[in-house]
């Protein structure tokens, strides 16, 4: 049915300097490496094309093989010196946007991606200043391990932001900064800007260079509407894609991880792991993650208590927010300590020991892969 | 309440030949170049950090930036001669697992990627040859420009692949193909390979060396289960995340079209624009797409019709299945005809032409964006 | 906390003739039969409070305690005669709006209801009859045991009628039938007008006296639009709450039924039990039912088969399409041939067995209970 | 195509004493009246047969034609010293299960149903009572208008019932109620016991004659693990069909009224209608009602708001919380007070008036008809 076209036809389509090297392979399934097969291969190349056979133990490993490397960045000693004396250096304001330090994860060649999916920085807004508006389809969240002074306004909404609250930020609202204290303030920023870089879908809008409120209220509009627990405003209890609530406060985070505990000390089921408590923050409107690319968990360890050791697809960047632990991610172990961020690569080992009773922050880009079947998890030792 | 710890301690962390390289800028906004800022810019590159206020508009554009490019591949003089020069060089078996050849997007630096989430290979099998039996939880499908004499057998059952055929073949289901005719096949191959190796969430399992089943029934298993319209079997009724049809037959999607066309000349609805009609291949347990990443459509046009004017967020593959047309993508122009694939990228706009009645067979990456609230389009001339 | 506020002070409300009747009860829990609370229970009355004490048992049974009976009609000695005489003595048209005559069950107390939530009628056309055009929100199909020569018009959309086909009607859209034949053509109706009556959900709405299309094409548009398996028109893909194909064809439910037992003889799974193939018919834009009240599928059982014995929560109408076989409906037992309809209430056990190949249509109330999460079923000699 | 079988022949089904009556009727499009309709009516009778021709009046109605009446019921001087003289003369145990005196609708028969679908009943336990524990499928609800003492233990979960609380009940979990206190309390009761007798649903189960727990914590344990504003436990994330909270406390509910109101006098959005705001109680994982079949919300009226008139599909039962207001259901017309219940049947157009501040209670049977599509409102004034 295919007839023999002949290789000596002209080529409609050439590329000069074409990007593609195809290497000739020794493993079991290559061709024998001869003259025609050479050739064969420049073809390839002036053609763009690449073959699978020599490429197939890359692009399909046994089990995935991540590109990120597990990494530690410190806090205390690291991230927050240099996000002063960018404070001291650097202006905020428009074109720059924002004065934020992004982990730069080492195995995913020096772009400023935590992992391949996730961005994390450390933001610094200085006494006074502010962070202009703007919009992106990009999903962003802050959390706040220290400090507190600023608003984030989102859509005219200002909204506080404290030590321990969870503050998403949903793609294409409107939102700036300012700090209204006498005290810099810093704190971590998630976002899926290398997952919609690498996809091409972002959208990017600049807004006034002021927040449209200065009021500075402790709480937000966003909460007094949504953020009470088991209920919907009548008025608008339609699913939205997005949470609504512009901060989960600390102090519902603590109490609902204090009682996890306390029914694990009474004998009763909550806990996700023996002396292990864990709250996911979730879309009122409809039980689900807070955002479309991003999962946001807080977990509290009991002192001395070893998590199982788990595998997981997809990324995921961690923060310690209270107390002192040990992390084994891989062949890398660490002591962190508050505010202290690391990596955890896509099944990657993780088990996390606690030293004092432990508060770590999480997020992760599993809603990704839950909405696309690819998800799995494994624990060492489990079946299967 | 940030306690300015001071630069000069010991940095904790920090990479000896870090991959990272901070380049201060002079657009609006960036700092002045001093030497403290260049000491700043050195330390977090020791430290393996990248502020995001020099490289914003490169990561957040106001409009995606497709980093693929626009390009087409030739099918009669270009990939099908190649790939009957590889049938003779290039054994098919275990190691290499199929004799696929790839395209080669010139945008994405001589990777294998049609686009940064597809993979479109023509596959090449000589008569009496085996692809052996493996699985992968990459999502796969095959299309047929023309030929037959294949079997591909999914889990045990064997389809037959004919002209115009679309046989979709989800994640982690095993599969190996053969060919019992006495003439060599080709066809194209689309997956997710670039999306599942980008995001690490890829899984693969070899299986025997050949196939399960060497029976070659006119219809699979499959289609004797499911494929009847608007009819699902009673003992399997839930909702499954992919199709559970092996073959979407070429006397379906023709009839299909064929009855679009002709309620349009009625002067009824159906066709998706004046001159265009246009199917979906869908999951019949779900009305949504046949792959949980993978959305594939067939598309006919009237000849002399030209399609509206449109961006999408997401990218295409396309390939020609008969007649003859313009196509117009970005800034390129080609024409096209039998068996020729062209990509479009993200938020390029696409502009067909049908020189004579023009069939074509599309598949995109829209279900990842529908499913994670990032897909937008837009028809030029229409406002927003 | 609550103040005796006697019972000697007047009620503010009160029913002179109260339709409630409170009586006392002497089994285990029940109260005493003293003159005081003969004056509680009359002070009931005239409040129009009944207690729950004196009802639970016919409340809150420990299993569903049908209401209904299982009853059988005859087709050709019984509905079908009496249907031919009603077409001589009763006109068609505006006001009557249907020639439909309805099974009441004999535990319904008259009521035209087959079963709590279905009516089920035989519906008579004479040879060249309109019945007018309305809409109703009453949702409602047709199933054609025998005969041909109809048209029902769907929102202007013909659709024949012929022996075996089923024709679902969703809510609120315009229809009418016209007999464009000969002969007389008698078919079933089924709707789920007790449902509604009871719910107090009904909004009827007449059109016009004559159908808006007196074409008669062999397909309706519905069916070239929708009716392709495994495919939807690109510019319709959302979900629809019912199905937007107006005609499931005989010969489509036929091949599929032939297609299950052909896999049953070859070893391979598919049928509901052994010798019984059924299929569903489904929404082709979301795999769920066609009506969001109603669940049909068709049956076909090989001569010899006696299926095990079911009990479901929800209520069911058979109707026989070809063959002989003896029904089991709780304590009740018939042989039934070609037309006879079978009520089957919830949770009574049905057994069916076959003495000729036996192909059945059936619908019944499911979706309802299903998505309130009240469905049960239970397989007579199964644990639970 | 049908053959003129006689009518004379045998009829093979009877019905010697039938519960059908047809009666002849008279308006446009009913047949003649002679002796040989007449004839053929009492064959329908015969057969079990009913005409839609004579009936469709009333069973298909241009809009719903409620079978249930407007009524108020009082508290202080009806239902709580009727309830009170009840705790002096009825025990509380097994059989007669629960203390609890239903509301019967005047248009309903007799039956102790508030609307066709729902169940209101008040609840009393005198001091130190039990009453025992069992299951049913009904989905149940209580609300404190006022009191407290009473522990409900659902599955071993006790928890604590006080003025204001929501307490939902779904259907197959084990309860029982005790007080613990000197008081006696009363609390409404409602459940979808119409309903699930109306379609032969339930199954119910008695347990033992004492509850499970006598633990009397100030919150249950299911509020421990879910009554945190939008976080999850993270050990139980996935969506259940019911609400896993198990009371939802009254100073929640009354802080999101006071939120709304205060948005309201600062100008931004948030209430339903001016003066008007509400909240729905939903399943945390979901964002869904509650209960299957129950929707349950609040209302706070400013005084003197009067709210639009409203029609609803589905029937309702409101009960006043706090304050005094002027209700309007059709034609009738009540000023109601702390207590008082009153039923707004299916589309039966309401009006509230605020004399005081006012707070009320309602549950409705909504859920229901959106899910089946049946739902639909209609504000008067307004257009459609």
Chains 1, 2, 3, 4 share one sequence.
Not at 221 to 235: D, I, T, V
Not at 236 to 264: F, H, K, N, V
Request: some cysteine; aromatic content about 10%; glycine content about 10%.
């Amino acid at each position: 049915m295919l007839q023999n076209l002949g290789y000596h036809k002209a080529m409609t389509t050439h590329f000069a300097d074409s990007p593609v090297k195809v290497r000739a392979g020794s493993a079991p399934g290559q061709p024998d490496h001869t003259p025609e097969l050479d050739a064969l291969y420049r073809s390839f190349e002036h053609e763009l094309l690449v073959p699978l056979w020599t490429e197939i133990g890359e692009l399909m490993p046994t089990q995935p093989a991540a590109s990120a490397a597990p990494h530690v960045w410190r806090w205390r000693d690291g991230l927050l010196p240099l996000a002063q004396r960018a404070g001291e250096l650097v202006p905020v304001g428009r074109g720059g946007e924002r004065r934020a330090i992004a982990l730069a994860n080492p195995g995913l060649g020096g772009a400023p991606y935590a992992t391949p999916t996730l961005w994390a920085a450390i933001q610094y807004l200085e006494p006074r200043e502010t962070a202009p508006e703007h919009r992106h389809t990009q999903n962003a969240f802050r959390f706040v391990v220290e400090g507190e002074g600023v608003w984030t306004v989102v859509n005219g909404d200002p909204v506080a932001m404290r030590r321990g609250d969870f503050l998403p930020q949903a793609g294409w609202n409107w939102h700036g900064h300012h700090n209204v204290s006498d005290s810099p303030m810093a704190w971590l920023d998630g976002l899926d800007i290398p997952f919609q870089h690498y996809a091409n879908t972002g959208f990017f809008e600049p807004g006034p260079d002021e927040v449209t409120s200065t009021a500075i209220p402790a709480r937000s509009r966003s909460e007094r509407l949504w953020a009470h627990p088991g209920l919907l405003p009548a008025s608008q209890t339609e699913a939205q894609p997005s949470t609504p609530i512009g901060a989960y406060r600390w102090e519902y985070t603590d109490a609902a991880l204090r009682d996890q505990l306390g029914l694990e000390a009474e004998g009763y089921p909550g806990v996700i792991e023996p002396g292990h408590a864990a709250i996911r923050f979730v879309n009122p409107t409809t039980g689900g993650d807070v955002l479309p690319t991003i999962r946001a968990d807080f977990h509290r360890l009991r002192e001395g208590i070893q998590t199982a050791t788990r595998r997981e697809v997809g990324s995921a960047v961690w923060q310690v927010f209270e107390g002192r632990g040990t992390i084994t991610v891989g062949q890398r172990e660490w002591t962190v300590e508050r505010g202290d961020l690391f990596v955890v690569p896509s099944w990657v080992p993780l088990t996390i020991g606690a030293e004092t009773p432990l508060d770590l922050f999480r997020f992760c880009d599993t809603p990704i892969f839950e909405r696309l079947h690819l998800y799995r998890d494994h624990l060492e030792g489990a079946s299967g």
